[in-house]
């Protein structure tokens, strides 16, 4: 079982940057390809970026391609992402999540765990 915890979120204007970090527990963190996922209020949970167990393969949402950059360091069991340029619309609580599969997916119920999730605010 994996355990997760992000930080890192906070309120920016419109055009600023965060950097959000994903810690997780445990000897096997290597093993799970890990996902970013957000939510913003009245709307679905909906896929923001993924990255393979290596960190060799990165997938984004269009929303985000060329702002976003998701990384991981398993020396530290941790995944982060970077956000750039950001934008009113990005306002979301934005959870990390660890899939156990080798099939990539952006399908939020794919995956087999969560954290509790960190608040970004944008505003204009």
């Known amino acids: 079982q994996v355990q997760l915890v992000e930080s890192g979120g906070g309120a920016v204007q419109a055009g600023g940057s965060l950097r959000l970090s994903c810690a997780a527990s445990?000897?096997?963190?290597?093993?799970?390809?890990m996902g970013w996922f957000r939510q913003a209020p009245g709307k679905e949970r909906e896929f923001v970026a993924r990255?393979?167990?290596?960190?060799?393969?990165?997938y984004y949402a269009d929303s985000v391609k060329g702002r976003f950059t998701i990384s991981r360091d398993n020396a530290k069991n941790t995944v982060y992402l970077q956000m750039n340029s950001l934008k009113p619309e990005d306002t979301a609580v934005y959870y990390c999540?660890?899939?156990?599969?080798?099939?990539?997916?952006?399908?939020?119920?794919?995956?087999?765990?969560w954290g509790q999730g960190t608040q970004v605010t944008v505003s204009s």
């Open positions: 999540a660890a899939d156990r599969s080798f099939q990539s997916t952006r399908d939020a119920h794919k995956y087999d765990y």
């Open positions: 445990g000897r096997t963190f290597g093993t799970y390809a």
């Open positions: 990255i393979s167990r290596s960190g060799g393969n990165t």
